[in-house]
C-alpha cells in the first residue's frame, strides 16, 4: 500500500491506488511526483462509484493535490498558452457550473465540461498579457493599460490563477478581450469528472475523446439523465473499471442528512417509515427540520425541491405574489434557471458565447434588472467564475392551467429562462445549498404511484438526490403552505467581479 498523504479508508486507499496505477501508465507517477512525455495510442477510463459521504470529493482533492505536486498543469478552460510536448494537464470537470463552484469551494479547481469543450480565442493583443501572467513571455506594454492596471492584474492572478478574472481587474471588459470560441481541435491529458451520474451518452462520448486518461466520480443512487432508462454511463463499464466506495467516511459520520440518504438503500423502507424516520431526526439534531410551510425568503436563493411540474408552476405563483411583484415584469433579486439557447444554426458562434459565459441549460441565474437594449437582462449567473454580464433575454413566467407560459419580456432570441423559486429534483441534481427545503407531499404522491427506476422505487432516488442537496440543514416540508416573507427582494448578496462581462454591443437577432 502506498504511502498517502490523508488517512483513508481502505476503499478510499484501494481506489486511489488504482488510479496512481492507471496514470502511471500514462507516464505519471503520483507516489515518486515524476511525469514523462504523453504517449500516443494509451487510453484508460476508470469510475469512482459511491453514495454521499463516501469520500469521492475528498479521493479527487487528494489526486488533484498529487497531480499538482508532480508537476501536472491544471487547464482552466479560460486561456491555454503555447502546448508543450513534455508538459502534463490536468482537467477537473462538472456538468454545470454548480456543481463546478461546490467543488471550487473545497479547494478543487473545477470548471465545466462545455469550457472544456470550448475554448476562448483571444485578441492578439491581450494574449501577449495573458502570456506574461501564466510566465512565458514579457511584461507587454499595451496602449490600452496603465502600469498600475497590469500590476493590479498580476496580482490577481497571482491569487486566483484566472486569465479573465486578472484582465477584468485591470478594467477590462471581456468583450475586449475574447473576440470569439472554438470546438476543441486537440486532445487533452488527463481528466477527472465528478457528479458523472449526469452525463449523458454523449458527453461521455465527447469526454473519452479529448481526453486519453478520465476518471468519473459519481453516485449509483441519483437519477439517471432523462432519456437513459435509468442508466448511467458507468453502469455499462467492466467490474475492473469501477472503484466502489460503501462505507460512509467517518468525517461524515455523524451527519443526520446523510444518515437518512442511506437509510433509503432499504429495499423494505415505506414512505410512511422514512418520514418518521425524519420526524426523529429532526427531534435530536436542529439539523434536520419539519415545516409544515415553505419559506418564501429561502426560496429567492434556495430553490424548494419538488417532483411534479404542476407543484413548481403554483410555489412559483405563490412565491411571487407573496413578494408583491408585477405579472408583467420581474423585480431585482428574483432567481431564474437556464432553459437553454434559443438560436438558429447560423447563430452557433453567438450560442457558444452564452454557453461559455455560463449560460447553460439548468444554470441558475439572479435577475439584476433591465440592460440597456430593449430585450437585454443584467444577470448573475450563480457558481460561475465571471458571474456578471448582460444578455438577450427570454423570460417565461409559468401559471396554473395554461399550456403557454406568460412572457413580461423578451428579445427575438438569446437565452430562455425560467422561474427558480421552486425547481424539480431532476433539474437540482449537481448543485447544493447550505439550507435546502424539500416538498414531502410531492415525494409521497411519487411513492402511491408506484413508479420503479433502475430496480428501485422512484419515490427513493428522488428522496436520496432531494436531501443530499443540502450541505448543512434539511427542511422537510410537509404542508402545500408558504409564509410571508420577512424582507424584500434584493441583490446586496451577490458579489460581483471589478468588471463585469458584457454582450450588449453584440447583436443576437438576425
Known sequence: MTALPVAFSDEQAEAHDRIAEALRGHGVDIDEGTTTPMADGRTSVLAVIGKAGSGKTLLLAELVHALGEAGVEIVSGDWEGRRRKDKRTVAVLAPTNKAASVLRLRGVPATTIHRILYTPVYDPEYEKV???????????????????????????????????????????????????????????????????????????????????????????????????????????????????????????????????AHALGDPDLTFERFERMVEEAAARDPRVEIAPRVDSDMMARSPVLVWRNATRIRLIQAFRAAHGAPEDALLPGEPLICDGIELPLKHRKRRIDLEARGLIKGAPVIYLGPGKKEGFSILHVLGAESPRLSAASIVKIEKPGEEEPFIPYAAKMGAAFLHGAAVTIHKAQGSQWQAVQVFAPDLYAAARSGRIEAGQALWKRLAYVAITRAEDRLIWVTRYMLSKPRADLGTGDLVAPAAPLTLEQEETGP
Request: aromatic share 6%.
Open 130 to 260: 495573458a502570456e506574461w501572467l501564466a510566465g512565458q513571455g514579457e511584461r507587454p506594454e499595451i496602449e490600452a493599460l496603465t502600469d498600475a492596471a497590469l500590476d493590479r492584474a498580476k496580482s490577481v492572478y497571482e491569487q486566483h490563477k484566472s486569465v479573465p478574472a486578472a484582465l477584468a481587474a485591470a478594467g477590462l471588459r471581456g468583450s475586449d478581450f475574447i473576440t470569439g470560441w472554438k470546438r476543441r481541435d486537440a486532445p487533452l491529458d488527463i481528466g477527472l469528472v465528478d457528479e458523472s451520474s449526469m452525463l449523458d451518452e454523449k458527453q461521455f462520448e465527447d469526454l473519452a475523446e479529448i481526453f486519453p486518461a478520465l476518471v468519473l466520480f459519481g453516485d449509483p443512487a441519483q437519477l439517471a439523465p432523462v432519456g437513459q432508462s435509468g442508466e448511467m454511463v458507468f453502469d455499462r463499464f467492466k467490474p475492473e473499471q469501477r472503484l466502489e466506495l460503501n462505507r460512509i467516511h467517518r468525517q461524515e459520520a455523524d451527519n443526520p442528512i446523510l444518515d437518512l
